[in-house]
Every structure is written in structure tokens, then in C-alpha cells.
Nanobody
Framework: QVQFVESGGGLVQPGGSLRLSCAAS????????MGWYRQAPGKQRELVAD???????????SYADSVKDRFTISRDNARNTVYLQMNSLKPEDTAVYYC????????????WGQGTLVTVSE
């Protein structure tokens, strides 16, 4: 059974930082490209960052333009966990953040975790 447990969200002022964690289970994590998605109120869920499973590419990562140079995705295969370091947060980053495995740019699994809410506000 595939499971994702996200944590680390909260309320932060603009310009602040947060580190999100996602513990995954039920599939072969170390051979899966992993991604962080977010869904803001009234908007569709979007992929904001992903990280390759391939050690030969030094676990290549990619980012949506809206978060490039502010967010950093990383992974710990020993803990089946993926992280998202978010710096210089903006009000438009406010959303529920989720993780999932990524296949050709799309979430691989239909099941999602509960997500973790990030609110950026004064």
C-alpha cells in the first residue's frame, strides 16, 4: 500500500524559510523519481520540484520557474524521505504541499497523503 506522510508546514512571514519532509512507503522509493506538488485555494495541483532516482546524474533536480533559485529538493534513500527546503517565501507560495512519485511529469500514484499546509503571511 502506497503511503505518503508530509510534514513541516506552518505559518511564516514573507522572506522566511521552511523545510518540508515526506516519508514514503509501499513502493521502491530508491528507484523512483520523487516530486513535490502544491495546490493553492481554487487552483489545480502543480508540480513544483522533482528529483531523479539516478545516482549517475547526481540525482538531477528540476523546478518550476516560480520557485527556481528559492526552493531545493533533496532525498534520503535510507529513510525513504524526500525534502523541500523553501527559502525567500512569498505569499503566492501559500498552498497545501504534497509529495508523490513522478512519471513523465505526472504523479505516478493515485493515492496522496494529507499534505502539509504552508501559509505565507504577515
Amino acid at each position: 500500500q502506497v503511503q505518503f506522510v508530509e510534514s513541516g508546514g506552518g505559518l511564516v512571514q514573507p522572506g522566511g524559510s521552511l523545510r518540508l519532509s515526506c516519508a514514503a512507503s509501499g513502493f521502491h522509493f530508491s528507484s523512483s523519481t520523487m516530486g513535490w506538488y502544491r495546490q493553492a485555494p481554487g487552483k489545480q495541483r502543480e508540480l513544483v520540484a522533482d528529483i531523479s532516482w539516478m545516482r549517475t546524474t547526481n540525482y538531477a533536480d528540476s523546478y518550476a520557474d516560480s520557485v527556481k533559485d528559492r526552493f531545493t529538493i533533496s532525498r534520503d534513500n535510507a529513510r525513504n524521505t524526500v525534502y523541500l527546503q523553501m527559502n525567500s517565501l512569498k505569499p503566492e507560495d501559500t498552498a497545501v504541499y504534497y509529495c508523490n512519485s513522478v512519471g513523465q511529469g505526472n504523479p505516478q500514484f493515485e493515492s496522496w497523503g494529507q499534505g502539509t499546509l504552508v501559509t505565507v503571511s504577515e
